[in-house]
């Protein structure tokens, strides 16, 4: 498995490969555990077409996940890839901050390759679009994938992820203790 982010908070130009199925993160504070569970969730939540709502359950704005420098990109772009049922499968994906949408995406997965841009959605080179719907037209927020599901964008959409030490986690859980105790 491997993963790639450029603008997506402090990893402006991130690569991580040879990820095993479990992964523990363990290091000093700021060095970057909160951001890599940060980004797999927001991938996790382009594919399931629920940005805003994670941005709302971590306290953020969209502006929040820009690289620090680079606020006038208005993209993040996205690579990912992993084996699945014994075969390598890939996402790339250019994320538009002011869309809360993927503008450009790429599946390669078995036999298909799967391409969104310019509000086509193509299977092989072949135009997949039903000609009564307007993906452009249409309001949804991040992957076109999040319901046109493929075999990598079901496994990303379901990706699990624990945060046994996250901070917000942490805060909530003791707002929620100390409520029930007043």
Known sequence: TKISAKNF????????????????????????????????????????????????????????ILTIGNERRVAVEL???ALIDGKMASWETK???????????????????????????????????????DYEKTKYEGSIFSFFLTELSSYLHFLQLYGVLDPRAIAKSTRFTQNRLS
């Open 79 to 81: 690579y990912v890839e």
């Open 95 to 133: 994320f538009n901050t002011r869309e809360l949408r993927c503008t450009y995406e790429k599946i390669v997965e078995k036999d298909y390759t799967y391409t969104f841009s310019s509000g086509k959605l193509r299977r092989n080179n072949e135009l997949i679009t039903p000609k009564d719907f």
């Open 9 to 64: 908070k402090s990893l402006a130009n991130f690569e991580i490969s040879d990820l095993p199925q479990f992964v523990c993160l363990i290091g000093v504070n700021g060095s970057g555990k909160t951001t890599l569970l940060q980004l797999l969730g927001f991938i996790r939540a382009i594919m399931a077409g629920n940005v805003h709502d994670w941005l709302a359950d971590h306290d953020m704005l969209i502006s929040d």
